[in-house]
């Protein structure tokens, strides 16, 4: 059966589809809160069996001692490439669930988009890999590659479990590349493709002042304040103009290629709507754009900040106790441990002597990510989304996805991120959704993709996969920061 015929069935098949879909929608799969437990095996039950109706072989769950991936396999093409599928099934919780329209885990089409929680990230596009897959194996009884589903349960934590998932079951996750289904298109009109991801580091940490909260009037302005010394640790960690000043962070301007900033620019970017749209002002590194700083550099936020009396009334105490959650988001040649490092060196610096600083590592980090340009995924997505005379563009994001780093860390494995959400779905907000035009977009492209693919052998596939590797590293060498990280201080 010819890849036009198989696009055809399935776009034949939509009502069908967004059923399932919707099936899938309903199983409340949050991963972070143990109140969904029962929404997350449902979930894993709802997969297993889906894997195993469509023919897959070897369908089981990995457990890495946290919320199992869900795995299966389709080896039957001798010769050609083997790619990993990857989607997650867990989802963000539904709150505020007063401010949906309709209940989060009740799917809903209006005016051409489905609402659920979910419905963007990631079941959406994880349906269409899944559809396709069985389209093939229904329609031709195989596959133009051979195929491995990957389907994560912890992506909205950062992936917890991810890397001891590896290390029990690395032998069935060997591939010779992968394709990701979280993922966002960037605009509507315009093709693109995602091609670069920050790396992520995250740590909570807690100031102490005193043994405990004490009186204002007895003890004001005679000893510290722990929200006083938070302020002023938090104030040190940008200058005025917004950019990261604590030494180790900034990779310098020299490290930015001319070639990535000539690509980043070509992606349509208006920045006055940019920060219009959600009442913010421009803030940050001089001497970049917008777009550049959000793709290109470092960022480094925090997160939350609490500490004393924050109820209702009044309370005229002293805080003892500060706290702070805090996200740095790191650029491709940025070693994770040393930019750690370096940013708890200044914590350290920056507190007073007698301010004692408690650094709480979560430990979910992962480095920042880039897909070279003559990698035979990306040349063979740049094939099917070229169309009309206008070739992709190929974009940078400021966000982070685990394992996109984890599996090229840990498997040698490159991702070709290939979702087909669009960024304006209110993703992890109330009221996400996802369009239906979307669904008919991506079953279109998701078999005629694999069916380029196809057209290499696994041979072919790893040779320019290698060249295109090599290529890389004189674009996105490991890069030291302007300056070292600072020793730390006396503070404990």
């Not at 963007?120 to 069985?134: M, N, R, V």
């Not at 394709?179 to 740590?203: C, K, Q, Y």
């Not at 991120?417 to 996802?434: Q, R, T, W, Y």
């Not at 790893?462 to 090599?470: L, P, W």
Request: hydrophobic share 40%.
């Amino acid at each position: 059966m010819h890849v036009d015929a198989i696009v055809k069935d399935l776009l034949g098949r939509q009502t069908e589809i967004i059923n399932r879909l919707c099936s899938f929608l309903r199983l409340p799969s949050v991963s972070t809160d143990p109140a969904f437990a029962g929404g997350m095996r449902a979930a894993q039950t709802f997969l297993t069996d889906w894997l195993n109706s469509m023919g897959l072989r070897d369908v089981q769950l990995l457990d890495g001692g946290g919320h199992p991936a869900v795995y299966g396999a389709w080896t039957g093409a001798p010769g050609k490439p083997t790619l990993l599928i990857y989607g997650h099934y867990d989802v963000q919780p539904p709150d505020p669930q007063e401010d949906w329209i309709t209940p989060p885990f009740e799917p809903t089409i209006r005016d051409g988009r489905l609402y659920a929680r979910g419905a963007s990230d990631d079941k959406g596009s994880t349906a269409i890999a899944l559809e396709t897959i069985a389209a093939f194996l229904r329609g031709r009884g195989s596959c133009p590659v051979n195929v491995k589903v990957f389907l994560e349960g912890e992506e909205e934590i950062n992936s917890p479990s991810l890397r001891t998932i590896v290390g029990l079951y690395g032998d069935l996750l060997q591939a010779d590349g992968m394709i990701s289904t979280d993922d966002s298109r960037m605009h509507s009109t315009v093709p693109t493709i995602n091609v670069a991801l920050r790396g992520i580091v995250e740590f909570e940490f807690s100031l102490r002042t005193a043994d405990k909260d004490l009186h204002s009037g007895l003890y004001g302005g005679a000893v510290r304040n722990a929200v006083h010394e938070m302020a002023r640790v938090i104030a040190s960690l940008h200058d005025e103009d917004g950019a990261i000043a604590v030494p180790g962070l900034l990779p310098p301007v020299s490290s930015v290629s001319q070639s990535a900033r000539d690509e980043t620019a070509k992606f349509p970017f208006d920045e006055s709507n940019f920060v219009k749209d959600v009442g913010a002002r421009i803030n940050g590194e001089p001497g970049f754009s917008t777009r550049e700083r959000l793709t290109l550099r470092p960022s480094l936020d925090i997160n939350g900040v609490w500490g004393g009396y924050i109820g209702n009334g009044s309370k005229t105490v002293i805080p003892s106790t500060a706290h702070a959650k805090l996200s740095l988001r790191t650029v491709p040649g940025q070693d994770t441990r040393q930019v750690l490092d370096s940013l708890k060196a200044h914590l350290l610096k920056v507190c007073a002597p007698d301010v004692k600083l408690l650094i709480d590592d979560l430990g979910t980090g992962s480095r920042a990510y880039y897909l070279p340009t003559g990698h035979p995924l990306l040349i063979a997505a740049k094939r099917v989304l070229s169309g009309a005379g206008q070739e992709p563009v190929l974009v940078r994001l400021g966000a982070s996805i685990p394992i996109t780093a984890i599996f090229e860390e840990l498997l040698g494995i490159q991702t070709l991120m290939f979702g087909f959400a669009l960024s304006d779905e209110d993703i992890h907000a109330p009221n996400e959704f996802f369009r239906l035009a979307s669904l008919a977009d991506g079953l279109s492209a998701w078999p005629r993709l694999l069916e380029q693919v196809g057209e290499l052998s696994a041979d072919e596939f790893r040779s320019i996969a290698a060249v295109a590797a090599d290529k890389a590293q004189q674009f996105h060498p490991r890069v030291a920061p302007d300056s070292g990280a600072t020793e730390p201080g006396s503070a404990s």
